[in-house]
């Protein structure tokens, strides 16, 4: 394991300069007492992304000091589905959930994949089997499946089309069929069938993070906070979007940002979100209640490090499971 002395001697420039021109842009939401820790952190894996030619690509809820400090890529499912296909590097680190990682091997399989923490799951991926899809299949014969992207290579073999939160409505109309299966979210299932009119037949996967907001905790943040803009996630209860100003994916939700700059707002998603895109607009006024992913943060700075010096955890996927699964996934990109 190299040091970090060593690491930073084969970065350019003085080590103080080069991280606090890190940190200026983060120093809003992460105290500087924590910066002191993540720096040695920070520098090293910046001198291992050389070394090794790797890039992180990292998840919209990633923390900020891996989100701005680390990350080369970063983004909603679907951006880094699609950037992972267009990854140069011979490495590719994962800063986000398994099933982000196995899409990135499925879309650039000549690259090595490292997941800095196998145990990084999610709710919605792990509440359904490739044996449960042979049997929506069975009993729902000639209806089209399409599989949320939060779900194993090993499910999006057995369905015909994938999508993310941020493509859903667009998959399913493009489907010109009037029922479709969707899985395994049953509240973006529905959430999808109130916007498209498609009937959907769902499954009971939730996200863990997502299914706690209430309609009730919308009106109490526009009482409490007068002319809050409320942006939920489509992974919320249909009765949180219904109430909400506008709902999409995360980066959705950064567009919105972006182009309309509601003075007050709140993001009904993961708290780093929040974090995330505060640090660009430091005139917005943020409400914070949020949720916080086990999963997504169980990735941290030193299990970063440590996946470029040690070379883990390497990513691979059953040959005969890949080529089925890059089809699903290929043919929601086509779209
Ligand atoms: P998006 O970033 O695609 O909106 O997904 C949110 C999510 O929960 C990923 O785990
Ligand atoms: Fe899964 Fe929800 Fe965590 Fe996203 S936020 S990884 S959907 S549990």
Known sequence: MPPAASALATLPGDRNARLAALYEPIRSVVPPA??????????????????????????NYQTPEIFHGVADIVGDSLALAREAMT??????????????AETAKLMNPSKTVLMPDMEAGCSLAESITPEDVRLLRAAHPGVPIV???????????EVDICCTSGNAKRIVESLGVPRVIMLPDQYLARNVAAETGVEIISWAGRCEVHELFTAADVRELRD????????AHPECPPEVVAEA??????????????????????????????????????DLDFVRP???????????LANIRRALEENRHVVTIDPAVADRARLSVERMLAL
């Not at 599989?147 to 073999?157: I, M, S």
Request: aromatic residues 8%; charged residues 20%; glycine residues 2%.
């Open 87 to 100: 990854v140069e590097a011979d490495v590719i680190v994962l800063a986000g959930v398994s099933f982000m």
């Open 147 to 157: 599989a949320y992207v939060n779900t194993t290579a090993a499910v999006k073999a």
């Open 224 to 231: 409490a906070y007068p002319g809050v803009t409320v942006l």
């Open 245 to 282: 100003d506008f709902s999409g994916s995360t980066a959705a939700m950064t567009d919105y940002v972006e182009t309309r700059r509601p003075p007050r707002l709140v993001l009904l998603t993961e708290c780093s979100m929040s974090d995330n895109v505060a640090v660009r607009y430091p």
């Open 34 to 59: 924590d910066w002191a820790l993540f720096a040695d952190d920070v520098e090293a894996i910046l001198a291992l992304k050389r070394e090794r030619n790797a890039v992180v690509l990292a998840h």
């Open 290 to 300: 949020c949720n916080l992913c086990p999963h997504m943060k169980r990735i941290t």
